[in-house]
């Protein structure tokens, strides 16, 4: 796996006649690291992962270590991150397992030259870790949201690529569910990846991560540590909310939303 930082620099990325996020750069973020993506509704979250991860045209440098991704193409850029995007997996007549098991064999460059043994072992070891591996036969079209969430997660995992970007990983999953996959999450981290989340919960991303992007209007509001990027200055100029930021008795960050900004 390569080492080193995730830098953005100059990242420019959009749709047609709709730039998103203009010349945009942050400071790197470490290796080993959870940075929780967060900001309003159309702020640009899912444009910069999805920029980030090949998806959509973009320019400017983002160098994972020592390779700079920009540079890659699509097949070689998924042999070091895994992008898992907001719309989950449906209709499809394909087993929870066949679905992880695609995932593993679509990036020719994940390091992956097993055959289907292994690639079933690798699929297999993500949904328990999971907790999903009851789930590896039924169908992906007859999975709840939650389900089809934590199956999409394993899509992105299976790969074990150094960067994952998730886009809302935890949006439909009830509060035990949360909690086993922001451990996942953690643990990810703790093994050297970098995992970039998108979450609306801001009480969540300052529980979980060590480090906040706000993003609002394509721009970076604040970046930095929980305590600092999450300030009710920032909620109420970038979200147009009061809000208190205070510490529960174990010490932990908690945002209580009093209302909308007057006006
Ligand atoms: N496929 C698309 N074509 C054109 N414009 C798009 C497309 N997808 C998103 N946009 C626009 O890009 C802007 C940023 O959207 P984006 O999905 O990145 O926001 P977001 O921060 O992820 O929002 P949310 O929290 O609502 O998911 C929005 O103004 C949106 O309308």
């Known amino acids: 796996m390569t080492s080193g930082p995730l830098a953005i620099t100059g990242f420019s990325a959009g749709y ?5 996020l203009t010349d945009f750069s942050l400071s790197p973020i470490p290796e080993g690291s959870v940075t929780a993506l967060v900001g309003p509704n ?8 999805r920029g980030l991860a090949g998806l959509l045209p973009a320019a400017g440098s983002v160098r994972l270590g020592g390779i700079e991704l920009s540079a890659l193409g699509l097949a070689q850029r998924a042999g070091h991150v ?15 397992l066949e679905a992880v098991i695609g995932a593993l064999k679509a990036s ?10 292994e690639a079933r ?12 591996v009851d789930l590896a036969l039924d169908g992906i079209g007859r999975l709840s949201g939650g389900q089809r969430q934590l199956a999409s997660l394993a899509q992105a995992m299976v790969r074990a690529p150094k960067l994952l ?11 035990r569910h949360q909690l086993d996959v922001m451990t996942v999450v953690r643990e990810l981290a703790r093994e050297g990846r970098i995992v970039v989340a998108v979450l609306h919960d801001l009480t969540l991303a300052a529980a979980w991560a060590d480090h906040v992007v706000v993003l609002d209007h394509g ?17 109420r100029s970038v979200y147009g909310v009061d809000a208190r930021v205070e510490r529960c008795s174990r010490g932990r960050l908690h945002i209580a939303v009093d209302g909308p900004v007057p006006g």
């Open 165 to 175: 970007l998730l886009d809302e990983p935890t949006s439909a999953l009830d509060l």
């Open 82 to 96: 895994a992008f898992m995007p907001q719309s989950l997996p449906q209709g499809a007549e394909l087993s929870v």
């Open 42 to 49: 159309a702020a640009g979250k899912s444009t910069l992962l």
């Open 121 to 132: 072992r690798r699929a297999v070891d993500v949904l328990d870790r999971l907790g999903i």
């Open 108 to 117: 020719p460059l994940a390091e992956f030259d097993g055959g289907l043994t």
């Open 16 to 20: 047609r006649n709709r730039p998103v």
């Open 219 to 235: 721009r970076c509001a604040a970046q930095g540590r929980p305590e600092t990027a999450i300030t009710p200055e920032i909620l």
